[in-house]
């Protein structure tokens, strides 16, 4: 089922999400309501506040570029990268490793703004998986960067707000045209 994704200005987009304290058959549901919206959308990833939801998941798929990311490992052990897509996040925690890249952004709630954001390359992320596992990944890349735009998404954070000063100038019409 395709879900309303919520744009700049819904309060929802600036809570702090509570966590998921069990994995029951409606958080599977949205799951995989979460996966067909962010597919649809043609997003590499989607936080459950985004679709209305203050709640600490989100799915991920980076898989349409196999080489956007040098390397993964689950719980220690290398992986190809295409092979664990997609990720459904539960409860994540994270660290932060590595110089800072930067990269051009967007969101999918943030319609029509695309902007360079600087961010530590290397991230380690724990999360539970739909089955209640808990997992441990650690990656570079777009992967490491869609893991700190989503995870930031859980805190109310918007990519927005890790813009440099001459980054928010360069969209300063277009934010003006979304009314932020
Ligand atoms: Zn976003």
Redesign the pocket.
């Known amino acids: 089922m395709l879900l309303e994704i919520v744009q700049i200005g819904d309060p929802v987009l600036r809570e702090k999400c509570s966590e998921v304290e069990e994995i029951n058959e409606e958080i599977v549901a949205l799951a995989e309501n979460m996966l067909e919206t962010m597919y649809h959308a043609h997003g590499v990833?989607l936080?459950a506040p985004?679709i209305g939801r203050a709640l600490r998941m989100a799915v991920i798929d980076v898989s349409h570029d196999p080489q956007c990311v040098s390397f993964m490992t689950l719980n220690d052990e290398d992986v190809k990268m295409v092979d664990q897509m997609p990720l459904i996040i539960i409860n994540p925690v994270l660290e932060l490793d590595g110089p800072r890249a930067i990269e051009t952004e967007g969101?999918?709630?943030?319609r029509g703004v695309r902007a360079p954001v600087g961010r530590p390359s290397v991230v380690k992320a724990r999360f539970q998986q739909l089955d209640g596992s808990e997992v441990v990944i650690e990656t570079d890349g777009l992967l490491a960067r869609a893991f700190q735009?989503?995870i930031d998404?859980l805190d109310g954070v918007?990519?927005l707000d890790r813009l440099s000063p001459a980054a928010k100038m360069g969209i300063r019409k277009q934010l003006r045209s979304l009314g932020v």
Do not use: K, N, R, T
């Open positions: 990833g936080a985004q969101c999918l709630s943030i735009h989503e998404h918007l990519f």
